[in-house]
């Protein structure tokens, strides 16, 4: 796919030029992205990565899973734990559509994930070779951004767009499908981090008189309400937040993914909203005159009824992801950007 074309920084090159297959430049690429850990069940079509992987055993921790999904889902959790992107890897065919839950589960909980698969020989595509699966346009609903390898010189800046898009802006899932001969390909390697992608704009420039339109709101406000979600985990705002619900005395309710950003036992954390939370803070989310939603995405295990929600309220939406906006929820005044800034 080329509808995203790398923005290079000359000053972040790293030109340390030396000859070595694809199937190695992938391990470079991975150490050089920080990567210490995945998870994966090989395959075939991607044995020649996993015989470069053993070369790196002392660098790159492979955890073996009993079923593809397993390694998704497992990425995932230690995306979350660790903060850093999660990567999963297996073989063509029935291996790389066994990730597809737990890429849609990533996109859904926008969570830092690069999948990487194993493809037949370029030669075979579109010949239904054996374990031959377009991958690629299976995984385009749910993944951020996906891309085929068919050439070795290739895999280094696929790999540094695939890592930043993943983390960037509203983080989520890539997929990296690699043909069989890229990889034992011969070529020059280097390795540039992506800094930036054309037509990518991963945290839309915020409008400071949107930022003053919420604030009057919310200082005429009699009952107002903070609901969070992940966003303010992801954005590292936990600390900001915590200033906000104190300062201006608000009692705040959380998504289940935003669980853990301020302790359960603080006065103005009134609980999880929803149809699984807690019953003051769904009865005060229709009572509130102005609620104000931080990094959530007003789905439907929050709000249950879209007639009946939230209905006495004003509401002011801050969220990074353009396309949650007015989705489910009309918004009196929606901030665009992430939940820190």
């Known amino acids: ?71 998704t889902h497992a990425a995932q959790g230690y995306a979350r734990i660790s903060g850093k992107t999660g990567v999963a890897i297996a073989t063509s065919g029935p291996g790389a559509t066994n990730l597809i839950t737990g890429i849609a589960d990533a996109q859904i909980d926008s969570t830092p994930l690069v999948c990487i698969t194993g493809q037949v020989g370029s030669h075979l595509l579109g010949s239904d070779a054996f374990q031959e699966t377009d991958i690629v346009g299976i995984s385009t609903p749910v993944t951020k951004w996906n891309h085929q390898i068919t050439s070795a010189s290739e895999i280094p800046e696929v790999f540094a767009k695939a890592f930043y898009i993943a983390r960037s802006g509203r983080p989520g899932p890539v997929l990296i499908d690699i043909t069989k001969d890229a990889q034992f390909e011969t070529f020059e390697f280097s390795y540039d981090k992506c800094k930036g992608v054309r037509s990518y704009n991963p945290v839309p420039n915020t409008d400071i008189s949107k930022i003053e339109e919420a604030a009057t709101l919310i200082n005429s406000a009699k009952k107002p309400m903070i609901v969070w979600g992940q966003g303010v985990i992801l954005g590292k705002a936990e600390e900001q937040l915590k200033a906000v619900i104190e300062k201006a005395n608000i009692p705040a309710a959380w998504t289940i993914l935003g669980a ?19 019953y003051a803070p769904n009865v005060l989310t229709n009572q509130c005159d102005v609620l104000i939603a931080i990094g959530m995405r007003f789905d439907d295990r929050v709000t249950g009824n879209l007639d009946t929600y939230a209905k006495q309220a004003k509401v002011i939406h801050f969220e990074i992801d353009p396309a949650e906006i007015d989705k489910n929820v009309k918004t009196e005044v929606a901030v665009l950007g992430d939940a820190k800034t």
């Open 1 to 71: 796919m080329k509808e995203f074309e790398t923005i290079k920084k000359n000053n972040t090159s790293t030109k340390i030029t030396e000859t070595i297959t694809g199937c190695e430049a992938v391990v470079k690429c991975l150490l050089a992205e920080g990567v210490d850990v995945l998870y994966g069940y090989p395959g075939g079509a991607i044995m020649p990565v996993y015989d470069e992987l053993y070369k790196y055993q002392d660098k790159i921790h492979h955890v073996l899973t009993r079923h593809e999904q397993g390694a």
């Open 260 to 278: 853990s950003a301020i302790p359960t036992s603080h006065p103005l954390n009134i609980g999880m909203v929803g149809m699984h939370g807690n």
